[in-house]
């Protein structure tokens, strides 16, 4: 019997240090002062728009020989003279492929020339995010323990404290008294003190 139990507590043993030696050690990284452990890196796209301005030069213009064209309606020479000297907007959108945004284009155009031309680009730019946990803490937990059987009714009752580790390895340490029945109604109560040790398995 005696060989039994310290071959089960040598299988034991055996198999918390494999535990121990395969399990890869963890990537900690700080957020706002505080660590965490970076879990398995998970890779979402997100779309933020950021605008630039791009400076663009002006294109050339080529004027063309001019045609005079008889009318029988008399022009209005003024309104042509102020729509001559008169600045005009056009704007336009250029959409890029994919999912890659636009650019807005605007012309600004007086005098049969293009005066400038702004081009703003609305771009969506890919972010990653990376999934992180709390690092585990320790923690101490406190309570009461009883125990009932056919005999005695109330075999036992007691208290106790449980440790759980950083490395979520649980401690217990409990005392109270055992009541044993002798005759009928008269027992007997012997104090006692036990603990034990956890590891966690999955």
Known sequence: MKNIIIAALSLIIAVQLVFIIRKPKP??????????EVQVPITDTQYIPEIKYVPVKADTIVHDSIVYVPTAVNPDTLKIVASYYMKKVFKDTLRLNGAMGYLLVQDT???NKLLGRK????LNMRAFTEVVKEQPKRVIYYGFNTGFNKDNVVSHIGTGIMIKTKTEKIYQLDIGVANRLTTGTTGTFTPYIGGGVYWKIK
Do not use: C
């Open 109 to 111: 155009v007086a005098e």
């Open 27 to 36: 990537q900690i990284v700080q957020v706002k002062g505080d660590p965490y």
């Open 119 to 122: 081009v703003t680009p609305k």
